[in-house]
C-alpha cells in the first residue's frame, strides 16, 4: 500500500531540487556522464566549487544521485531510481494526455483526410 503523504513528500522534494536552474544543470551533466568530479562539474560553470557542493548535496539528499569517494576526489553518479516519485506522479496525467492525443489524431484525420 502506498503511503500517499510520503508520495507526495518525495514528489515535492524531487521538484523542488530539480525547480533550481543550477542543479537541474549539474543533474544533467551528471546523467550525460557515467561518473563527474565536483572538480570537472565546477569548471565552466562559472559556480564556485563551495556552491556545487551545495548543490550537490541537494541532489543527493533528494535522492537524485550517488557519490564514491576515491581518495581525495568524490565521483557523482545519477540515480534514475530517484526519479521514480516524478514519474509516478507524472504517470496519472498519462491518460489525460493519451485521450487529449488521440483526439488530436482523430481531429487531424478529420481536417486533412
Known sequence: MIDMNRATQ??????RTL?????RAL??????????????????????????SQHLKSLKQAGLVTERPEGRKVFYR???EGLGPLVHWMSH???FW???FNKLH???KEIDP
Open 106 to 108: 482523430t481531429l487531424l
Open 78 to 80: 545519477a540515480e534514475p
Open 19 to 23: 525547480a533550481d536552474p543550477t542543479r
Open 27 to 52: 543533474f544533467e551533466r551528471i546523467v550525460e556522464s557515467d561518473e563527474i568530479s565536483v572538480t570537472d562539474l565546477t569548471q565552466g560553470s562559472g559556480v564556485t566549487q563551495g556552491a556545487i
Open 98 to 100: 493519451r485521450e487529449r
Open 10 to 15: 518525495d514528489v515535492n522534494t524531487v521538484m
Open 93 to 95: 496525467y498519462g491518460v
